[in-house]
């Protein structure tokens, strides 16, 4: 099986540089010279817009010391690129004039958050020879990344006050160019080296608008094979048409691909607010199907996410409970309802966005909404693509990517890197309080140093050791949950802890196992002792059966109410229990299971209970 890694570099995206207009260009040009830009896989570029532009060009000045000394080595263009790649936390390649200058970055490490740039290849090239900016010119025939240069082997340098700060490097012949650290002692560690190869920057600055202009036959022909294939499917399937629609870029260019198609009276908008979207989203989305004069639906989780957290604790990478309460269940209640005999749903999603959706086909089945068929007119478009499209067409823009960010959804997504969350805390400082206030106050119930939350390590269960690593020796919580836990005794014997709620009740545990009828038939007492259950066995389960009772408790005493059970449910036997949870209509029940499989707390609180050691006393 092929890593993620060699997924994304298979399916890299290919962007091109007019030579002559000095404009990037989504196609090999024929009308011009034009050069691959050479960018670390998947190659995704976008354009630098607004406060990323902004935020970007204060980190350069800040590592040159002024403006003029910046620029007067570094070409400022209107038009500069982003490519994210691989690091710990947020981490662009920049691109100005068709080459890689450096690295945009958020530095987590030794405790200390800041954007930082790192020069890189042409930039080095022109900071040695000019001898601008800091460098050092070392007394050595090659450069070996990790080595270490000791003052007296430095022939030229200008090395910064600051321990860690990037140096551009090159050998006494300019043969090898590198980048490096400054350590103690005015020493430096090779951290990248290469051979120097013709760099230079162009004379032309064109605008986006330019930029487009430059690039609208491709546009056009990758319009006309998107609407060509919305109408095919769309002839094949004879469903009723929704466009799934998150308020990003690429549902909004999937929305304008589907109108012109189909016509804004066969498309509908469907919109997941998950109670914890950006309000400016929620606005731009009513907004958007106004303005297109399209049907709009929204599946609404309410207050479902804080509802929950309570129980599931904080979700993670790992651990992402959140999708199915918030997302999944409110869409798939909507979904039933609206579209019984099935929904052709157009998505935005693009092949270059990651590994899993590298190796996506082009139309698919959902697997958690069977009766949605999904397709992705944009599959095949890249970023860059996906913008000058935008421009092309004049389409209006969420104004939160003119605000820095770059991915958009739920303002709390574990997913979202600490540079995301330092511009939350600037743009939404009241949303950013919520979530900091919230997690400060589970640290603390588990103990936890603060750290924990400022480095951002409730994002995973189980951090990467690269997290681990920069972000040092701080303890991480032994459980997320606070819902029922089942303690075996003995092979006969188990005791159920109450959680949130703390209340347990004989009766619906009971009811919970009508779903699970050759369970049930096992038991042969259930009992409530000084706030405990005790749970009696006929006979010793085995250990599949005690996962399933595990289930069941869960369900029982500690449920949400996201009701993904009852949407599943094949008999509509499910229905909110006026004291919380759920309950089984027990004389509709087919005993069949399917809701025990659904349900998320079944799902993810057993899993992420064995990952952090929580797990049942055996």
Known sequence: MKSKVEVLKRVAATTYWGLSSNSPLLRESYSEPSARVRLSPPGDCRPSLGFHMKLFLRTVEDYFGSANAAWRVLPRRKTVLANKIQYPDHAEEIVVDGQVVGHFIYDVSHGVRRWRFRPLYALVSRMVEEEAGYFAIVDAPKLSRGYVFKKDRLLKKNLPERRDEYVALATRDM????VGAVLRGERVYVLKSWTRRPYSFGDKDPSILEVVRHNEETLRELEEEAVAFVQSIHEKYRLPVVVSFSGGKDSLVTLKIAVEALGPEKVTILFNNTGIEFPETVRYVYHVAESMGVKLLVADAGDAFWRAVRVFGPPARDYRWCCKVAKLAPIGRLVKENFPDGVLSLVGQRRFESASRALSPRVWRNIWLPKVIAASPILDWTALAVWLYIYWRRLP??????????????????????GELDLLEKWERNLAQTWSSYLLYFASSKGLPRAWVDMGLWRWVSPPRDILRVSGDIRLPEGRDQAALLIRESSTRYVL?????????????LNMLSSLPLLKEKIAAVEEVGGYLLITMKQPLTEEEVKELEKASLRAYSCVQCMECATWCPQQAIARDPEGGVRILEDRCSGCGLCSKKCPLAEYVPRARETTGKARVS
């Open 397 to 418: 823009v969420n104004k939160l990517y003119y605000m820095g960010f770059d991915r958009l959804g739920c303002w709390l997504c574990p997913a979202v890197e600490l």
């Open 175 to 178: 043969r090898y160019l590198g």
């Open 497 to 509: 802890r109450p959680g949130h709620p703390s209340e347990v009740k004989p009766s619906k545990l």
